[in-house]
């Protein structure tokens, strides 16, 4: 479908979670889930926000884009006993805005502390001092923060580790190195135990085989994400 059919059937309101489970390896189980944006159109068919990002930038609509889908996530798991991350970005950070939406999502919310943002590992380098800040409101509201993209940029592996974060999603491209590049195993090994060290989960993304998992688990990382668990789905 050209980008022109998408702009013709473009609303808010057709923007839906969906669902990508973070799978804890060690137990088998469902860890978290990411919910990421999807715009479906009214004749069904599916867009990624790769598809659609530049209509919501032209409508300077990105803020109205994480509000829909922060509430819609909440509503959703609001009684499933299930944690749960979107994505934010640069944009998002620094929106003052956004606390009050969260404290609006989070209002008599059963449990606020299963609720996760993602950030890019590239914006936190490069907004620091923002960044701190935005951590340390989101401490007090008691909501998890994960760096996604980690290794995708440059930066400093203590640099990342000394931010108040949660967990920390390896970069895919250095998933897909793990079987064939030492220096990649060798890096990624050293980090996710200076992880460890500092009750920092590390995650493992674009998970696609099996042979990938079991490096993971050589690796010593307990939680991934990928298709070979499953593709995102409007539903859990």
């Known amino acids: 479908m050209h980008i022109k059919e998408v702009t013709d059937n473009f609303s808010l309101d057709r923007i839906v979670p969906f669902f990508q489970p973070i799978m804890d390896i060690s137990q088998e189980t469902v860890w978290r889930f990411e919910c990421l944006a999807r715009l479906v159109t009214p004749d069904e068919q599916t867009f990624v926000p790769s598809e659609f990002l530049h209509i919501i930038e032209e409508q300077a609509s990105v803020a109205q884009l994480t509000e829909t889908i922060l509430n819609r996530s909440a509503n959703y798991f609001r009684d499933l006993n299930a944690a749960w ?109 200076l992880a460890k060290e500092k009750d920092i989960s590390v995650v493992g993304v674009h998970v696609e085989d099996w042979a990938t998992l079991e490096k993971l688990k050589e690796l010593g990382i307990q939680y991934a994400q990928g298709y070979y668990f499953s593709v995102p789905k409007p539903n859990c």
């Open 85 to 193: 991350n979107i994505n934010i970005n640069k944009q998002d950070m620094l929106n003052p805005e956004l606390f009050h939406t969260l404290s609006e999502a989070l209002f008599e919310y059963p449990n606020p502390k299963r609720i996760g943002l993602e950030l890019t590992a590239a914006v936190v380098l490069e907004n620091i001092e923002s960044f701190e800040a935005f951590a340390a409101r989101c401490r007090e509201l008691d909501i998890a923060i994960y760096i996604d993209h980690f290794g995708a940029t440059p930066g400093n592996i203590n640099s990342i580790l000394n931010f108040p974060v949660n967990g920390i999603k390896i970069a895919g491209g250095l998933i897909s190195q793990l079987m064939e590049n030492h220096q990649t195993y060798e890096f990624v090994e050293h980090f996710t135990a």
